[in-house]
């Protein structure tokens, strides 16, 4: 069950990063990770547009904290962590990290 809806946010991630990618906003501390690990805003952006969905936490009634696995755009490991309003079409990239 829990995979089927992984997938299903998965999936609306892919959209949405796509789709939306104006309502993507980046926090001043994912912006410090990226800096200390050495990628771009579009290593990220790649992430969300191809990566997967591995943890999803309801935080409020509004709003998920979902963490994405996946390769930038030069195939290195990438996880990334946000905050997603389904509600309102926007998204906010929390954290960045190496797995």
Same mark, same amino acid.
């Given at each position: 069950?829990?995979?089927?809806?992984?997938?299903?946010?998965?999936?609306? !991630?892919?959209?949405?990063?796509?789709?939306?990618?104006?309502?993507?906003?980046?926090?001043? #501390?994912?912006? $410090? $990770?990226?800096?200390?690990? +050495?990628? +771009?805003?579009? =290593?990220?952006?790649?992430?969300?547009? &191809?990566?997967?969905?591995?943890?999803? &936490?309801?935080?409020?009634?509004?709003?998920?904290?979902?963490?994405?696995?996946? &390769?930038? *755009? $030069? +195939?290195? &490991? !990438?996880?990334?962590?946000?905050?997603?309003? *389904? =509600?309102?079409?926007?998204?906010?990239? !929390? #954290?960045?990290? #190496?797995?």
């Amino acid at each position: 069950m829990a995979i089927a809806k992984l997938s299903i946010e998965t999936e609306f !991630l892919r959209e949405f990063a796509q789709t939306y990618i104006s309502e993507i906003a980046i926090t001043t #501390r994912a912006m $410090d $990770d990226l800096k200390r690990l +050495g990628v +771009g805003l579009a =290593d990220v952006i790649f992430v969300l547009q &191809n990566g997967r969905v591995t943890i999803s &936490n309801k935080e409020e009634p509004e709003g998920a904290k979902w963490y994405v696995e996946g &390769n930038t *755009c $030069d +195939g290195e &490991n !990438l996880s990334v962590s946000l905050h997603v309003w *389904c =509600d309102h079409y926007h998204v906010r990239v !929390l #954290r960045v990290y #190496r797995f």
